[in-house]
């Protein structure tokens, strides 16, 4: 399945996404293929459905070896997540593959608790992550709603042209 | 297709951005980058809009806006300004202390030795504290100890760090 980054303005990052049925093959075709895209492109340590065109509630998140990691639950594919619990809260500035020329300050929190179905076996996990890894997971699940970093900024002078490093 | 830089600063009210996009608007000109505040009730507009009409045209239409609004608007033609080189990697610079004359100046200064290009800058007094947020991209660390020092002010300096997700 070949799978193309979806870059904003594209609708389909603004629409909130259906449910994700585990047990459905297309469902756990395009979290295999989504898998592989991010494992082949340098510095993504996540991917939402929608970034691809597919507007059904299902991200892959794997944040192994990324800076300021503090949790690492290693690679995480869950279908509908929820969000159990929320607690802290941190500003940092926040890109997105799909939105490559901005970056903004984002505040989230900063532990979360995150439940959703695995692809396949429709298991039920349960996921706790801190730092890096739950900015991580809260900015994935807004893909699922339809939201960009762009809808959280922390004031009207919180976003910023990306920089280009030398 | 021409690209405009456009200013207003004056006094503060309601419905003067609205203004100033409808005058802009009314012309069929593309208002792209803009950055607007209130510096110490003043309000000032910063921003460029890309227009299919000649200087004079855009001239015309911002005239009868600062004549309503009591802005002080200027207008002028930046197509021929070359596109800013990175000179780095991103840094923020933040600063507070007891106002006194001088303190941007040395501080930028500073900056401008050590080759950083500032990006984002904001300025605040409030009573006699004075307080500046830089960010700047720079080709390596930054030191301002000496001229905070200097300047009697507290300097802290941190790489901006982003999360890519």
């Known amino acids: ?55 059904v509630a299902m991200f892959v998140l794997d944040v192994t070896g990324a800076r300021r990691v503090e949790s690492c639950a290693g690679l995480v594919v869950l279908c509908s997540p929820e969000l159990i619990s929320a607690e802290g809260r941190d500003v940092r500035r926040e890109g997105c593959l799909s939105v490559p020329d901005l970056t903004g300050d984002v505040p989230r929190a900063t532990a979360v608790m995150v439940r959703g179905l695995v692809p396949g076996t429709g298991e039920e996990r349960v996921v706790e992550a801190n730092a890096f890894e739950a900015r991580a997971f809260q900015h994935e699940m807004d893909h699922l709603q339809g939201l960009l970093f762009l809808d959280r900024v922390a004031g009207a002078h919180a976003l910023f042209p990306r920089k280009r490093y030398l | 297709m021409t690209t405009y830089a456009v200013t207003a600063v004056g006094p503060d009210a309601p419905g003067e951005v609205a203004a100033l996009a409808e005058a802009l608007a009314s012309l069929g000109a593309n208002l792209e980058d803009a950055s607007m505040t209130r510096l110490r009730g003043h309000f000032a507009m910063t921003l460029v809009a890309a227009a299919d009409v000649p200087l004079a045209a855009v001239e015309q239409a911002l005239a009868a806006f600062s004549r309503d609004s009591g802005l002080h608007v200027s207008v002028w033609d930046v197509d021929a300004d070359a596109p800013p080189s990175p000179a780095g990697s991103p840094w923020r610079i933040t600063l507070h202390g007891a106002d006194r004359p001088g303190i941007v100046a040395g501080v930028t200064r500073a900056l401008a030795q050590a080759a950083a290009n500032i990006t984002d800058l904001s300025c605040r007094l409030v009573g006699d504290l004075y307080v500046m947020t830089i960010e700047v991209e720079a080709p390596g660390p930054l030191d301002l100890s000496d001229v905070a020092a200097s300047l009697g002010v507290s300097v802290h300096v941190a790489p901006v760090d982003e999360d890519v997700l």
């Open chain 1, 1 to 55: 399945m070949d799978l193309d980054v979806r870059r904003a303005p594209d609708p389909v990052l603004s629409t909130p996404c259906a449910e994700a049925d585990p047990h459905d093959p297309a469902v756990m075709a395009l979290a295999q293929a989504m898998v592989a895209l991010m494992r082949s492109s340098p510095g993504c340590v996540g991917i939402a459905a929608p970034q691809v065109g597919h507007p």
